[in-house]
């Protein structure tokens, strides 16, 4: 079974750094994009960016270049989103998911539980 | 950018009867390829977003039939035959010609 499990709730102070995980089970995780979205509160749903495990093939929204940074650790299976310097714009729940079909696919089928990130003095 | 729209915002729906949703691109989201990226989400209230549709028309698996999407270019229609209760939430849809965007997102609510 397909599986995304990402990191849980973080309260933070404005400029402080912030790394958040989606690990994946029950699939060969290099072979499928992992996409992540912002859903600010009481919002709709933002497509962030996108990144390849197999090669680390990263795309941004333009929105969120320079903002954030994506990554990928294979040997664990795990994706990330960090931040360098937070701001309290950033409050939002995250969500990471999974491209429905390997390659170049952009679907996705598979969601993680999101993650709320908290940014206040 | 590839700019997503919704119509209407809000759609009360009565179990039973169907509904329809549109969303519209500001270019085709047509690809080389022969595939339109256009995907529709629903996120039921508290959850994670689903897919329910992907490639224009192509239900996602454990997607009940009622559900079908249609159209192409940049004019695309999401519909439900007949409302479940459990249908309510809220509905986007999402290009993925083009890194992605997803529409505004229209709320279904029971009358």
């Known amino acids: 079974e397909v599986q995304l499990v990402q990191s849980g709730a973080e309260v933070k102070k404005p400029g402080e750094s912030l790394k958040i995980f989606c690990q994946a089970s029950g699939y060969t995780f290099n072979g499928y994009w992992i996409a992540w979205v912002r859903q600010m509160p009481g919002k709709g749903l933002e497509w962030m960016g996108i990144i390849y495990p197999a090669d680390s093939d990263t795309r941004y929204s333009p929105s969120f270049q320079g903002q954030v940074t994506l990554s990928v650790d294979t040997s664990i299976s795990t994706a990330y989103l960090q931040w360098s310097s937070l701001k309290a714009s950033d409050t939002a729940i995250y969500y990471c998911a999974r491209a429905y079909c390997p390659g170049d696919c952009y679907s996705w089928t598979h969601w993680g539980q999101g993650t709320l990130v908290t940014v206040s003095s | 950018d590839i700019v997503m729209t919704q119509s209407p915002l809000f759609l009360p729906v009565t179990p039973g009867e169907p509904a329809s949703i549109s969303c519209r691109s500001n270019q085709s989201l047509l690809h080389s390829n022969g595939y339109t990226y256009l995907d529709w989400y629903l996120q039921k209230p508290g959850q994670s977003p689903q897919l329910l549709i992907y490639?224009?028309?192509s239900r996602a698996s454990g997607v009940p039939d009622r559900f079908s999407g249609s159209g192409s270019g940049t004019d695309f229609t999401l519909k439900i035959s007949r409302v479940e209760a459990e249908d309510v939430g809220v509905y986007y849809c999402m290009q993925g010609l083009q890194g992605g965007t997803f529409g505004p997102g229209t709320k279904v609510d029971i009358k």
């Open positions: 490639f224009g028309s």
